[in-house]
């Protein structure tokens, strides 16, 4: 019955890294998981990139975008 699911993950590298890597996550979530959800269960991923390196603010704009996204899909 779940129709909607949302990932949030932060990464210690780059998003083409990341890519390069297979993002492990999101792949984990779309290949392994969703076929247990609803047939039109939809997926939303917000990720911060190369975490390691962000200042305070940024961190804080990706958890005010998080916190958006949430509240604008429930």
Known sequence: NI???F???TYGASRPIVT???DNGRNMISTAILPIFSNDCTVQWHGLYSMDFQT???RKTF???VKTMVKEDM
């Open 7 to 9: 990932g949030v993950s």
């Open 56 to 58: 305070d603010e940024n």
């Open 3 to 5: 129709q909607q699911v």
């Open 20 to 22: 390069l890597a297979g």
């Open 63 to 65: 958890l005010d975008e």
